[in-house]
């Protein structure tokens, strides 16, 4: 069995996909990122303006939200942080925001042990630092 799971509790998608993927007993979540849902507003501030010019944002608020909506999917899909077997995230200033970024995660997911793999990327779609893929279990 594999469902698409959407919720109003995290950010529309920006794109043709759903917040998340039920197959078996596994969670595969689309990116996630900082925006709010009710509003798309970017916690920390863009990482960019309109026109393009860099802004001073906060890697922290950032990831603190993605964390958030990263909750908001799990929940929706009946599951938890603590149920999360791994996380890829993306950081489009590695050597800016890798010590923020890494003191929230710690925050949330120390006991949680996720496997982690952290990407430097170029950029995303929306004017976010940080975006989270995440794989999850179904709770029994």
């Known amino acids: 069995m594999s469902d698409p799971i959407r919720t109003s509790k995290a950010p529309e998608p920006v794109g043709a996909y759903p917040h998340a993927r039920r197959h078996g007993d596994l969670l595969f979540l689309s ?5 709010q849902a009710a509003d798309n507003s970017i916690p920390g501030g863009p990482i960019v303006d309109a026109d393009g ?3 001073n944002y906060d890697i922290k608020a950032q990831t603190e939200a993605v964390i958030a909506n ?3 999917v799990l929940e929706a899909c009946g599951s938890s942080l603590d149920d999360v077997l791994d996380v890829t995230a993306f950081l489009v200033d590695m050597d800016r925001d890798f ?3 890494n ?3 710690a925050k949330h997911f120390t006991s ?3 496997a982690r793999t952290t990407i430097a990327i170029r950029a995303l779609p929306t004017p976010i630092a940080v975006e989270f893929k995440v794989t999850a279990k179904v709770p029994e």
């Open 112 to 114: 949680v042990q996720a």
């Open 103 to 105: 003191e929230v995660y």
């Open 70 to 72: 990263v909750k908001a």
């Open 53 to 55: 010019v860099p802004q």
């Open 99 to 101: 010590k923020g970024y």
């Open 31 to 35: 990116g996630v990122g900082p925006r």
